[in-house]
């Protein structure tokens, strides 16, 4: 991760855009830093953009981006519905605007390449909110492998079994829809755990997986449950379970074997609460966490997983203030962001077509008992580019 420990030259301005629920999560990150200052929030309800403005001692409430880019903003951040990210990204980047957007980048990859594009065009930084990265579990577990301690992944594993009220979907009308959330727990839950494990296991080669909606389906359009079967471009393989049908909630887990044969697993119990690693498994010890303690609730309401997640936010803006000074890049850039989302559409595009998605070749050199790759897969059903577009045959 990028290091805040240069002295600050300057004051950024910010403008928050959108003032839903996550909106709280960036002022108050945004408002923990000395070198910051939140000039404007925006929202297309008016009303709520100034009782935002109001609550949080922020000077001025738009309700259009333009207004928000002409208060002389440097840094645009994006808390809209899904589908509308690439309009307040593209707009912000042709004003020379630096930009920090909510998971997911987008819903879908060709929108999600031109966000990273347009940044790039204009010079200025793309980064996502994946804040989970930044868990001291979550680092540990890195460094693990970066250091050989667990060595390149071979297995892993991803659990993510929440507990979601009908309320939840109703609350808001583009929640549960295909054309304004682009997707259920995959896109909204399950992504923060997708992109933790393509970061931990590499590449992405081939997608195979199911959705279904099991609770929710009377109120959603969308899953509520999906499974997947994942191989890495580096022969690595692993499972993903996810759902919001689940009751009381299980939390997450993200679980890693190494090439050396250790082991090292990540729990989130409660949601929201700190990504703990429960299980260490290296040399000839095991040691172990409760991954559910007793006396703990296990089904927890968003504004308190949300308020938990603070801290984490923080250290993700300050990461992206600190790209910022010292020109270099934010942890979590456009095309990484990108690799999380290319996984959850690949597992509906699988679900669809009852078939693998494929991005790319397994390096089949790594492959014990391999001595030679076998030849790369025939263009068909089933094979796929990075855009999910059928490749000719």
């Known amino acids: 991760m990028t290091s805040s420990a240069s002295v600050s030259t300057r004051t950024f301005r910010v403008g928050i855009v959108g003032c839903g629920a996550i909106s709280g999560n960036h002022l108050e990150a945004f408002g923990a830093l000395e070198n910051v200052r939140i000039v404007g929030v925006c929202d297309i309800d008016l009303d709520r953009a100034r009782t935002t403005a109001e609550a949080w001692d922020v000077p001025n409430a738009v309700n259009t981006v333009a207004e928000l880019l002409d208060l002389g903003v440097d840094i645009v951040s994006v808390c809209t519905p899904h589908p509308t990210h690439e309009a307040v990204v593209l707009q912000a980047a042709a004003a020379g605007v630096h930009v920090l957007c909510e998971k997911p980048i987008s819903t879908d990859l060709p929108s999600a390449e031109r966000m990273a594009a347009a940044c790039a065009d204009a010079g200025v930084k793309l980064g996502v909110l994946f804040q989970r990265r930044f868990w001291p ?116 887990q993200i679980r890693i074997t190494g090439e050396t044969g250790a082991s090292a697993s990540l729990s989130e119990f409660p949601e929201g609460s700190d990504g703990r690693v429960d299980l260490w498994a290296v040399g000839r010890e095991i040691t172990t966490e409760p991954v559910h303690p007793a006396g703990i609730e296990p089904n927890v309401d968003l504004a308190s997983i949300n308020g938990q997640l603070i801290p984490h936010h923080t250290s993700q803006v300050r990461d992206f203030v600190a790209a910022l000074e010292n020109g270099t890049e934010p942890a979590i850039t456009g095309e990484d962001a990108t690799k999380a989302l290319r996984i959850l559409l690949a597992v509906y595009e699988s679900s669809r077509t009852g078939v693998p998605v494929r991005f790319a070749a397994v390096d089949q050199f790594r492959i014990t008992g391999q001595e030679h790759p076998p030849a790369a897969p025939a263009a068909g059903p089933g094979v796929f580019s990075n855009s999910l577009t059928p490749v000719a045959g």
């Open 137 to 252: 579990g979550a680092q540990r577990i890195r460094a693990a492998i970066d250091d050989g301690t667990l060595g390149r992944p071979i297995m892993g594993q991803c659990s993510v079994m929440l507990h979601r009220e009908p309320e939840y979907y109703s609350k808001d009308a583009w929640r549960g829809t295909w054309a304004n959330d682009g997707g259920g727990v995959l896109m909204t839950q399950a992504i923060h755990y997708i992109d933790l494990l393509q970061w931990f296991m590499g590449d992405i080669a081939e997608v195979y997986g199911k959705i279904n909606s099991y609770k929710h389906g009377a109120n959603i359009e969308v899953e509520d449950s999906a499974t997947a079967v994942l191989t890495f471009t580096s022969g690595a393989m692993a499972t993903l379970e996810a759902s919001t049908a689940v009751s009381p909630s299980l939390g997450v």
